[in-house]
């Protein structure tokens, strides 16, 4: 079951890894969180239940200093979230000291010859207490297991501190902050359950000095491990969006931005996650570069479709439509519609067309629609409008 749930933690992780854009690259932070997790998952397999010499010899100790990345990078995710920012300075290259300390500790291993490894390996199977016996480490073995699950509650306690301090004052109001919250919570509870099972039950495998022993003793603290383990890999069920990243926005315009309209000035009394003056403006003027394309006369044209043509995450659109121009998708679609409907009767268009042939021309998907659309924009159907234009 652990190798099934570790494949599918691969593919969840490639899955942000080729989604990740301008406008999302704090998931890549995420990505290697989830696949360093799933690295570690498989190693404990080759160790424990795959009886194969080969894939111990390769992942029991090799990969053991990027074990020692997931706190830092968790950190570095979770506030690049909650700032918008996902840039690291030259002081946060720190955090990266204890991996190559580690890294350091384990060249002998590395450099020691394939044999060298097999050998390991065998002594491995034949005795489970000969994990903690590897001669080529100047640091002993038990310092290096203990040490990657308390450098990962250290993290997740940091991050935890992060929450509570953005959200001491600020109350998560709008939907874009509340799935900001959700998944942060979700994530940070879910890590520190896993690293705390997996504590524990590495504290009973140095007691026992055999896994099948420690598996007995700490059955229900290895069973949270696996659960949590499952919680991480399915998370993109319940939370599609950070597919997008929550909440980059970090795409640029060639020309110089002016200053922000009025109408795109924050509501007041919304406090959490609200967009900047500067990112908003940059979030308009994309659209509207975006829309002298006429993007919506193609009937299949939908949110998703913008967000991919522009790079901008879904979240955002949604949020700039909803909370800024009080208006829905469907609604802001259909009014650049009826405007270009307006623009073919301008221009004569309506002599030559039907009303279901100038519908046709501006993408709706059938006459009930356009008729809706038109009256609900201009007061009128389409056939008042085009008289009242001729009495004119």
Same mark, same amino acid.
């Given at each position: 079951?652990l190798?099934?749930?570790?494949i $599918?933690?691969?593919?969840?992780?490639f899955?942000?890894?080729?989604n990740i854009?301008? *406008?999302?690259r704090v998931?890549?932070?995420?990505?290697?969180?989830?696949?360093?997790?799933?690295l570690?998952?498989?190693?404990?397999?080759?160790?424990?239940?795959?009886?194969?010499?080969?894939?111990?010899?390769?992942l029991?100790v090799?990969?053991?200093p990027?074990?020692?990345?997931?706190?830092?990078?968790?950190?570095?995710?979770?506030?690049?979230?909650l700032? !918008? !920012?996902?840039?690291?300075?030259? *002081?946060?290259? $720190?955090?990266?000291v204890?991996?190559?300390?580690?890294?350091?500790?384990?060249?002998?291993?590395?450099?020691?010859?394939?044999?060298?490894?097999?050998?390991?390996?065998?002594?491995?199977?034949?005795?489970?207490?000969?994990?903690?016996?590897?001669?080529?480490?100047?640091?002993?073995?038990?310092?290096?297991?203990?040490?990657?699950?308390?450098?990962?509650?250290?993290?997740?306690?940091?991050?935890?501190?992060?929450?509570?301090?953005?959200?001491?004052?600020?109350?998560?109001e709008?939907?874009?902050?509340?799935?900001?919250?959700?998944?942060l919570?979700f994530?940070?509870?879910?890590?520190?359950?896993?690293?705390?099972?997996?504590?524990?039950?590495?504290?009973?495998?140095?007691?026992?000095?055999d896994y099948k022993?420690?598996?007995?003793?700490?059955?229900y603290?290895?069973?949270?491990?696996?659960i949590?383990?499952?919680?991480?890999?399915?998370?993109?069920?319940?939370?599609?969006?950070?597919l997008?990243g929550?909440?980059q926005? !970090?795409?640029?315009?060639?020309?110089?931005?002016?200053?922000?309209?009025?109408?795109?000035?924050?509501?007041?009394?919304?406090?959490?996650?609200?967009?900047?003056?500067?990112?908003?403006q940059?979030?308009h003027d994309?659209? &509207?570069?975006y829309?002298?394309?006429k993007?919506?006369?193609?009937?299949?044209?939908? $949110?998703?479709?913008?967000?991919?043509?522009t790079?901008?995450?879904v979240?955002?659109?949604?949020?700039y439509?909803? &909370?800024?121009?009080?208006?829905?998708?469907?609604a802001?679609?259909?009014?650049?519609?009826?405007n270009?409907?307006i623009?073919?009767?301008?221009?004569?268009?309506n002599?030559?067309?039907?009303?279901d042939?100038?519908?046709?021309?501006?993408?709706?998907?059938s006459?009930t629609?356009?008729?809706?659309?038109?009256?609900?924009?201009?007061g009128?159907?389409?056939? &008042?409008?085009?008289?009242?234009?001729?009495?004119?």
């Amino acid at each position: 079951m652990l190798l099934y749930i570790t494949i $599918l933690g691969f593919i969840v992780s490639f899955l942000l890894l080729i989604n990740i854009k301008e *406008s999302n690259r704090v998931n890549l932070f995420l990505f290697i969180f989830f696949f360093i997790n799933n690295l570690y998952s498989l190693a404990h397999y080759a160790t424990i239940y795959s009886g194969s010499k080969t894939m111990i010899a390769i992942l029991l100790v090799n990969f053991t200093p990027m074990f020692l990345l997931v706190g830092p990078i968790l950190y570095f995710y979770v506030r690049g979230v909650l700032r !918008d !920012d996902y840039r690291l300075s030259k *002081s946060d290259w $720190l955090h990266f000291v204890p991996a190559f300390v580690l890294c350091i500790n384990i060249l002998p291993h590395l450099f020691s010859s394939y044999e060298d490894k097999i050998e390991y390996a065998t002594r491995v199977l034949q005795n489970p207490a000969e994990i903690l016996k590897n001669k080529n480490l100047f640091v002993p073995s038990v310092v290096n297991f203990i040490f990657r699950p308390l450098i990962g509650l250290i993290y997740v306690l940091i991050c935890i501190r992060l929450m509570f301090l953005k959200f001491k004052y600020e109350r998560p109001e709008n939907k874009q902050a509340k799935l900001i919250y959700t998944w942060l919570v979700f994530l940070i509870f879910n890590t520190l359950l896993v690293y705390t099972s997996f504590l524990i039950f590495t504290i009973f495998s140095f007691q026992t000095l055999d896994y099948k022993i420690a598996e007995v003793k700490g059955y229900y603290f290895l069973n949270v491990t696996l659960i949590g383990l499952v919680l991480f890999n399915v998370s993109l069920l319940f939370f599609p969006n950070i597919l997008y990243g929550l909440p980059q926005l !970090d795409f640029v315009l060639p020309n110089k931005i002016k200053e922000p309209a009025a109408e795109l000035l924050p509501k007041k009394g919304v406090r959490s996650f609200e967009i900047s003056d500067e990112k908003l403006q940059l979030l308009h003027d994309k659209i &509207e570069q975006y829309c002298q394309t006429k993007p919506y006369l193609n009937p299949e044209f939908s $949110l998703s479709t913008m967000s991919a043509d522009t790079d901008i995450p879904v979240h955002h659109l949604s949020y700039y439509f909803n &909370e800024h121009l009080n208006i829905n998708f469907n609604a802001w679609k259909n009014d650049h519609k009826i405007n270009y409907v307006i623009e073919l009767i301008d221009n004569g268009s309506n002599e030559l067309l039907t009303l279901d042939a100038l519908a046709k021309q501006a993408g709706f998907g059938s006459r009930t629609t356009f008729f809706n659309a038109f009256k609900q924009k201009m007061g009128l159907t389409p056939s &008042e409008f085009l008289n009242k234009q001729n009495i004119i």
